[in-house]
């Protein structure tokens, strides 16, 4: 049973920026694409960023430029930088593995373990 655990959320004020971690338990973590995604209240999860085993990384168009995925694949983590936040980026983050290590696309159901999440709240 892979475990996600995110941590570096917080209260931010707009324009600021915030670093998310996210660790993992699972053995066969460098062979697998790791994703960010999002959950605004009353609103479906939102793909964020993959990063894929060769170090390719993918954005939704929402954070292009302004959000960075990065990983350490000894020490089993994946990072989102978050720049430039806006009040639309508060949400719960949560970081997943995916089935795959590469993909041509991905949404929710590419991924088989998710961590509990972390909020970011912006405040304008």
């Known amino acids: 049973q892979v475990q996600l655990v995110e941590s570096g959320g917080g209260l931010v004020q707009t324009g600021e920026s915030l670093r998310l971690s996210c660790a993992s338990s699972?053995?066969?973590?460098?062979?697998?694409?790791m994703g960010w995604f999002r959950q605004a209240p009353q609103k479906e999860r939102e793909f964020l960023a993959v990063?894929?085993?060769?170090?390719?990384?993918k954005y939704a168009e929402s954070v292009q430029g302004r959000f960075t995925i990065s990983r350490d694949n000894d020490k089993k983590m994946v990072y989102l930088q978050m720049n430039s936040l806006k009040p639309e980026d508060t949400a719960v983050y949560f970081c997943?593995?995916?089935?795959?290590?590469?993909?041509?696309?991905?949404?929710?159901?590419?991924?088989?373990?998710w961590g509990q999440g972390t909020q970011v709240t912006v405040s304008s």
């Open positions: 699972d053995p066969t973590f460098s062979y697998y694409a």
């Open positions: 990063i894929e085993v060769p170090g390719n990384t």
């Open positions: 997943a593995t995916s089935y795959y290590s590469t993909s041509l696309y991905y949404t929710a159901a590419d991924f088989r373990a």
